[in-house]
């Protein structure tokens, strides 16, 4: 388990691009499952349909994606600081079966199907309640900085 600030040590996000809040299990080389709390005080819901308040789909990949990063970092034993950066650079399979309002909290799930040389493939998941809000095939390069 992981929380906020050991997970700062393995993401270069900060807020308001911080989007996992905690990790409740982590296989090294294998899978996560992290949560993101979804709350109305989000800078997001202020623009995105103000008065229907849905979580936008490109936060949702890119939680996805963060819980897929931290894998990556854990499974390859580093950090952004040791000049290392994680890029999200692809999705493949991508789909949205429900929205995401105030109040949800997100598990994200990710499981790692591959690498070559620095290149990731993750199988990602995000549910609400048991519910799945989406999922995908996500792509991410280890890249120096």
């Known amino acids: ?12 996000h900060r807020y308001p691009f911080l989007l ?32 229907h308040p849905v979580m936008p789909g490109v936060l949702i990949v890119e939680a996805m994606a963060q819980a897929a990063g931290i894998l990556g970092f854990k499974t390859m034993d580093k950090k952004p600081q040791d000049g290392s950066i994680y890029y999200f650079v692809g999705a493949d399979d991508l789909r949205f079966k429900r929205p995401v309002v105030p109040g949800d909290q997100l ?8 690498e070559r ?16 809000v989406s999922t995908a095939t996500i792509l991410c390069a280890d890249r120096k900085v």
């Not at 598990?107 to 591959?114: H, P, T, V």
């Not at 040389?117 to 799945?132: E, L, Q, S």
């Open 1 to 12: 388990m992981m929380d906020v600030k050991e997970i700062r040590e393995y993401l270069p």
């Open 20 to 51: 996992v809040d905690r990790v409740l299990e982590l296989e090294v080389g294998e899978s996560i499952v992290a949560i993101k709390n979804v709350t109305v005080n989000e800078p997001f819901f202020n623009g995105h349909f103000p008065d």
């Open 107 to 114: 598990r994200l799930e990710a499981r790692k199907i591959s």
């Open 117 to 132: 040389r620095g290149i990731w493939k993750f199988d990602v998941r995000a549910t609400v309640d048991g519910d799945v």
